[in-house]
């Protein structure tokens, strides 16, 4: 069953659906928040509400469209609204395990390597780190992305470029420190 199917199931009311969709998104909307937030009890938090909000809003969802599209739309207004509330600044961040796509070992080199990627992530502005997330991490289109941001897609490729030209100096300079 696809997901936008599942969807329209829990939109008429057949709740129990909701745990099919909770399993497909949970683990990657986990990882959006997580590296959103960098701090793994609101990434919790924000993870339990956001499948509450599926819930509670699910005749907001329009028939035909992406679920993923819909619900990462959701988690990123509960981002903006998180940051609002808490008034985090980025020197507050803690470094964080993010919890792996897949459950295998990984060697040190490449654990050592994102925990430097997750450092310099960091140091990128709260936008800047969005944006990475939903294109990289989370593999939306960036036409996904320009309508979230009320933009057009060349604009969003062009600041995904420049982010990620911004990032790589960064993450290098990090290297040369060590």
């Given at each position: 069953?696809?997901?936008?199917?599942?969807?329209?199931?829990?939109?008429?009311?057949?709740?129990?659906?909701?745990?099919?969709?909770?399993?497909?998104?949970?683990?990657?909307?986990?990882?959006?928040?997580?590296?959103?937030?960098?701090?793994?009890?609101?990434?919790?938090?924000?993870?339990?509400?956001?499948?509450?909000?599926?819930?509670?809003?699910?005749?907001?969802?329009?028939?035909?469209?992406?679920?993923?599209?819909?619900?990462?739309?959701?988690?990123?207004?509960?981002?903006?609204?998180?940051?609002r509330k808490m008034?985090?600044?980025?020197?507050?961040?803690?470094?964080?395990?993010?919890?792996?796509?897949?459950?295998?070992?990984?060697?040190?080199?490449?654990?050592?390597?994102?925990?430097?990627?997750?450092?310099?992530?960091?140091?990128?502005?709260?936008?800047?780190?969005?944006?990475?997330?939903?294109?990289?991490?989370?593999?939306?289109?960036?036409?996904?992305?320009?309508?979230?941001?009320?933009t057009t897609v060349?604009?969003?490729?062009?600041?995904?470029?420049?982010?990620?030209?911004?990032?790589?100096?960064?993450?290098?300079?990090?290297?040369?420190?060590?």
């Open positions: 069953m696809t997901d936008e199917q599942l969807m329209s199931l829990v939109k008429s009311g057949k709740l129990d659906y909701l745990n099919e969709l909770f399993s497909r998104f949970s683990k990657r909307i986990y990882n959006y928040f997580l590296k959103s937030t960098m701090e793994k009890a609101d990434s919790d938090d924000l993870t339990q509400e956001l499948f509450i909000r599926v819930m509670k809003y699910r005749n907001s969802y329009k028939e035909g469209h992406s679920v993923q599209f819909w619900i990462f739309q959701i988690a990123r207004n509960m981002i903006k609204d998180h940051f008034k985090i600044h980025k020197d507050q961040f803690n470094p964080v395990e993010v919890m792996p796509e897949r459950l295998e070992d990984r060697d040190e080199q490449l654990i050592e390597q994102e925990m430097k990627l997750h450092r310099a992530m960091k140091e990128l502005t709260d936008e800047k780190r969005e944006l990475l997330v939903l294109s990289k991490f989370q593999g939306l289109k960036y036409e996904q992305i320009a309508k979230m941001r009320d060349s604009n969003i490729k062009v600041q995904v470029h420049r982010t990620i030209k911004e990032l790589k100096e960064v993450y290098f300079e990090l290297s040369e420190d060590e």
